[in-house]
């Protein structure tokens, strides 16, 4: 996996460690996106461009909550 560029929330910055980071891998034909905690960064999740998208919602429409959670 090539050197990522992780993208921070315009809504992060408060300190506690509550940060979503994103990145893409532009060598990645499927379009996936790499999401971690930015104090976790060695743990890297990746989601489809659909899978995000309804975890998007979904957190929009329960408030920014993630259901279950």
């Known amino acids: 996996m090539p ?4 993208l ?18 532009p060598s990645d034909p499927s379009g996936r996106t790499c ?5 976790r960064p060695d743990e ?3 989601a ?3 899978a995000l998208r309804g975890l998007i919602r979904s957190i929009q ?3 920014g ?3 279950g959670v």
Not at 35 to 39: A, C, M
Request: proline share 5%; with cysteine.
């Open 61 to 63: 429409a329960n408030g």
């Open 8 to 25: 921070k929330s315009s809504f992060s910055g408060g300190g506690n460690g509550d940060c979503i980071e994103l990145a893409t891998d």
């Open 35 to 39: 999401l971690r905690e930015s104090d």
């Open 3 to 6: 050197q990522l560029v992780w």
């Open 48 to 50: 489809s461009p659909e």
């Open 44 to 46: 890297i999740a990746t």
């Open 65 to 67: 909550l993630i259901p």
